[in-house]
């Protein structure tokens, strides 16, 4: 029940349109998230009542092992490739001005996607760049990053105004098929437990 909660809570975040659908979503989500670990910690005694506090502790210590590693890197490489993949279907220039000059790797797949310092730059206007080069200036430093960011944002500045809307969809875009796809990961899983569980019995 819990992972076909966190299941349905994600497909609707997925889906959300407005601050109250959600809010609803993510009520949904955090029903079944909420009792993930008291049910690992209830099968675990009971299957492996002689583990103990050692079992219960290796099992969490595996799980968040496994989102720190595979979950968040997984979640962003899927993010990455769903907003590039839009971008460069509808507007191939944008994406080649906003394109990361480095590909995104997760596991055996790769992707170029959007690189966050240029869609941050569009989205403040220019003005935490400006502010980061006038320190830079005043201290008599210099930042070849910085340097090449101002370089590419004079360039870019002039069409900033119709790419921004397209850079945000994109990303919008991106995230929301992120939460599907982890989503439909989160139900396989729940039915690899069910199955193990009907199999054992």
């Keep these: 029940m819990s992972g076909l909660l966190g299941f349905a809570g994600l497909q609707l975040l997925g889906d959300a349109e407005g601050v109250m659908w959600c809010i609803i979503a993510a009520t949904v989500y955090s029903c079944g998230k909420t009792f993930l670990w008291p049910t690992m910690l209830a099968v675990a005694s009971e299957r492996f ?43 191939p220039a944008i994406y080649e001005r906003y394109k990361s000059d480095e590909e995104n790797h997760f596991l055996a797949f790769k992707v170029v996607g959007l690189d966050g310092s240029k869609v941050g730059v569009l989205d403040d206007g220019g003005k935490e760049l400006a502010r980061a080069n006038e320190i830079l200036k005043k201290e008599g430093k210099s930042d070849k990053n910085q340097e090449a960011l101002a370089t590419w944002w004079a360039d870019s500045e002039k069409t900033s105004k119709e790419d921004k809307p397209k850079v945000g969809e994109a990303g919008l875009h991106g995230g929301r098929k992120a939460l599907k796809v982890t989503s439909l990961f989160r139900h396989g899983l729940t039915a690899c437990g069910l199955f193990s569980v009907s199999v054992s019995q």
Excluded: R
């Design 49 to 91: 009542p002689k583990g103990g506090a050692i079992t219960i502790g290796a099992i969490g210590g595996m799980g968040m092992l496994s989102a720190g590693l595979l979950g968040g890197p997984g979640i962003g490489f899927k993010q990455d490739y769903y907003a590039s993949g839009k971008l460069k279907e509808e507007s």
